[in-house]
């Protein structure tokens, strides 16, 4: 699973890159396609913890499904933030990333994943909820649709979260 989410990862850059007419140095690709865990211990004991977490999760029947969602996530997050850097943050006119700012943009993800909760925005999930000109829903049908109109937005208000925090994030590894 890790050779493969690997990658998933470079060649998510690679197309990332491309459509925006940069080249990756294969160092930088290598930086860009590593797992976010790897700043985690990488020991033989950890490689065996996460071993066995994930065996007993996947005993758990419904919970099992729980590692290729957070994969799968972790995936589109780092696609994402790959994206913003290069429409909104990059600096560098060079046609090609290089293996340091491969490591900088790295840093700045992964501060982002430790500060995505911290960061202050003044967006919330909860913001948009369509009001008709008159209230015709039963009680019930407020409160059903309040929750599914919040659980709709929740998404999006963490992706905008994850942003602010990249941003910020960015910011700190320049300085």
């Known amino acids: 699973p890790d050779v493969g989410s690997k990658r998933i990862r470079g060649a998510l850059a690679f197309d990332i890159a491309a459509r925006h007419g940069i080249s990756l140095s294969n160092e930088a690709r290598k930086v860009l396609e590593e797992p976010w865990s790897s700043s985690l211990p990488k020991g033989i004991v950890a490689q065996a913890a996460r071993f066995v977490a994930g065996r007993v999760l996947s005993r758990l029947g419904p919970l099992g499904f729980l590692s290729p969602l957070r994969s799968g996530l972790m995936v589109f997050l780092f696609g994402h933030l790959f994206e913003r850097y290069l429409e909104t943050a990059r600096t560098e006119r060079a046609i090609r990333l290089d293996v340091e700012e491969a490591r900088k943009v790295r840093k700045a993800m992964d501060r982002a ?17 369509p009001r008709p000109p008159e209230e015709l829903r039963t009680s019930g049908n407020q409160l059903a649709d309040g929750v599914l109109f919040a659980a709709a937005g929740l998404p999006e208000w963490l992706v905008a979260r994850l942003e602010a925090a990249f941003d910020e994030s960015l910011v700190g590894v320049s300085a």
């Open 113 to 129: 994943l430790l500060l995505v909760f911290t960061v202050k925005n003044e967006g919330s999930p909860w913001g948009y909820t």
